[in-house]
């Protein structure tokens, strides 16, 4: 078997296979030889049938299924040979020309070559933050907004009001698409609207109509309106003041997860809540640092098939968050998905493919303590922990995928220790303003 390999472009790699007529006339050969004593046809005794007779009439076929075969191992020994790794599926093309020779030519690319660098001087920032009795305080006071019950008032509309409103955008007298709503709650203060949209709306009342003009920013996600000024037309149709659940309300509570005690164990369980939450936030926040540090000083290039294949994975994923189910087989990349995913695409790539080396040269293993850890506390969420847990160790695959997120942990922790690491005390809402990376 003959195998030559040229580069064409960055890490493309075209491998042309020539394997010798007679390794595939052998193989068509004894595949005929072996259906002599099967083969049934008119005018023949069961397993009489010539083997000529045999050659001409399954000959083609049988010459025709060689090849895929020969195909499949030929170009795994070919990769072999080479020491070639393929980042996916190689494109194969017959060469026709070949008469009786089985050759063809696959073009794929390969792994990149990673060497890891951690420069030790780096310094990361880690957020630390308590959370006092007035964070608590507020907490529940959002809470009680968000379970708040409305009724309709005849006055004047005021800050943290719900208005029911219709409206009509229109840039340069032309409406726009998404501007446009009928029955729209719209809560005052909530600063869910382009900036300035609430406030003129503060005074309004019932059966009002007024002409509301707001400028778009310039980062607004539809590039087509950022930047622009509009007029909203808007029609208040009711008034609504929100009523406070009480801090001691039974169904408020229960809605909390405090089904008995009152209001000193509210306040305990919603410290307890924002302090897993707060823990969250800063690990998330300390471990995309650790790792954006890793990928300014490890640039990496990039297989376009893996790139392309993690944005089929965050298709996907984007399909179930909306409640679709995953999409059989691959979809088509046109531009405006690659727009939207490429980017965070080719992050994930590289971040898998630097860690993955990092564990192979530290030789790094998923710690079977801290992987039942990340089981159990996944599992105390609900009713029946136990069996939870049990779910995940009955199946190599679900447990593999708990093992991967303890890994890449261990990595971020490992990496983490090289570094400089300098804490930075903050405020609880300062940290959950700046929010968890996505």
């Avoid at 996916?88 to 060469?95: F, I, M, Q, S, Y």
């Avoid at 029609?235 to 009523?243: Q, S, Y």
């Avoid at 630097?354 to 030789?363: D, S, V, W």
């Avoid at 995928?401 to 890449?408: C, D, I, R």
Wanted: proline share 4%.
């Amino acid at each position: 078997m003959q195998v030559s390999v040229t580069t064409t472009e960055g890490l493309e790699r075209r491998m042309s296979v020539e394997v010798p007529a007679d390794r595939v006339d052998q193989e068509v050969q004894q595949r005929l030889k072996s259906m002599s004593g099967s083969v049934r046809m008119a005018g023949f005794r069961p397993g009489k049938v010539p083997f000529k007779v045999i050659q001409q009439r399954y000959g083609a076929q049988v010459r025709q299924e060689v090849q895929a075969e020969l195909l499949r191992s030929t170009l795994y020994e070919a990769l072999q040979q080479e020491n070639l790794r393929p980042a996916g599926a190689p494109k194969v093309e017959l060469d026709a020309s070949e008469g009786s020779n089985l050759a063809y030519t696959a073009t794929f690319e390969i792994y990149p070559e990673v060497d890891v660098t951690i420069p030790k001087e780096t310094k990361v920032e880690k957020l630390v933050a308590d959370i006092t009795d007035q964070d608590v305080d507020n907490m529940i006071e959002k809470l009680r907004k968000q379970r708040a019950s409305w009724a309709t008032v005849e006055r004047a509309a005021q800050d943290g009001d719900q208005l029911v409103i219709d409206f009509i955008g229109k840039i340069e007298g032309e409406a726009f698409e998404g501007g446009e709503a009928k029955d729209y709650p719209l809560t005052l203060g909530a600063g869910r609207f382009i900036a300035g949209f609430e406030e003129l709306l503060i005074g309004s009342s019932a059966g009002e109509t007024k002409d509301v003009t707001v400028t778009f920013p310039e980062d607004y996600q539809n590039e087509e309106l950022a930047g622009k000024e509009a007029v909203f037309s808007v029609t208040v149709k009711e008034v609504k003041e929100p009523t406070l659940p009480a801090l001691d309300d039974r169904e408020f509570m229960q809605a909390l997860g405090v089904s008995e005690g009152g209001v000193e164990e509210l306040k305990a369980e919603v410290k307890s809540s924002m302090e897993r939450e707060l823990a969250q936030t800063i690990a998330a926040k300390f471990k995309n640092d650790v790792l954006e540090a890793v990928l300014e000083a490890n640039p990496v290039e990039l297989p376009q098939a893996l790139v392309d294949s993690e944005i089929q994975i965050m298709m996907n994923e984007a399909r179930q968050s909306m409640g679709m189910p995953p999409a059989e087989g691959e979809q088509e990349i046109n531009d405006e998905i690659r727009a939207a995913f490429e980017e965070k695409a080719r992050r994930r790539v590289a971040l898998g493919l630097l860690i993955g080396e990092i564990l192979k040269e530290q030789g790094i293993k998923a710690d079977a303590d801290k992987v039942r850890e990340r089981i159990e506390e996944q599992a105390s969420s609900y009713e029946d922990p136990e069996s939870v847990i049990n779910w995940y160790y009955q199946d190599r695959s679900r447990l593999s995928g708990v093992e991967a997120l303890v890994l890449e942990d261990q990595v971020v922790d490992w990496i983490a220790e090289q570094f400089e690491v300098e804490e930075t005390a903050k405020s609880f809402d300062e940290v959950m303003q700046s929010g968890a990376p996505s």
